[in-house]
């Protein structure tokens, strides 16, 4: 709640070390707090820089592109984001910024994928399940994107059958 002093120890932190990543990245986190995404994104984009473009930074100042509402910003967005999932596949908080951007562009399917990969990544097979099915009924058969569906598909129905069993197990 005291954001001002915060913003004055960040300042004085970057006075100190204006390069490092992580005081940038902490501040946009502040400003994405302080519910002023437009402020938040100049820090996180060079702290993404600065971290040789780390996927957890980025993914986060896709997030503030996002949060700025203003949809200029999310092709910029959606690439920023690709490229953190690309590098690393296992943040669900990317997959489901990605998908907030695919859901914008009213590309449905994907959407659904980005989903699908983010609750099989939360642990929740039903949900994974269902939003990869809705993905394939839409993504061309045979594409990357309807392979990777049809993976997501498979490991939560196989995660869904071993619930199953364990539960009767059980009783």
Do not use: C
Request: no cysteine; net charge negative.
């Amino acid at each position: 709640g005291r954001f001002d002093a915060a913003l004055n120890e960040f300042r004085e932190a970057l006075r100190i070390s204006p390069d490092n990543p992580n005081v940038l990245f902490d501040l946009g986190n502040l400003y994405l707090q302080m519910d002023r995404p437009a402020e938040a994104v100049a820090p996180l984009r060079e702290a993404t820089e600065r971290s040789g473009r780390s996927p957890l930074i980025a993914s986060m100042l896709g997030h503030a592109l996002i949060s700025t509402e203003d949809k200029k910003n999310y092709a910029e967005a959606k690439t920023i984001l690709k490229t953190a999932v690309s590098v690393d596949n296992e943040n669900p908080f990317a997959w489901y910024q990605l998908g907030m951007i695919y859901d914008q562009e009213g590309d449905t399917p994907r959407a659904a994928l980005a989903t699908a990969e983010r609750n099989n990544l939360e642990g929740n097979p039903k949900l994974a399940l269902a939003s990869a099915e809705m993905a394939m009924r839409g993504i061309p058969t045979g594409s990357p994107d309807y392979l990777r569906a049809q993976d997501i598909a498979m490991v939560s129905r196989t995660e869904l059958k071993k619930d199953k069993k364990g539960n009767r197990d059980r009783e």
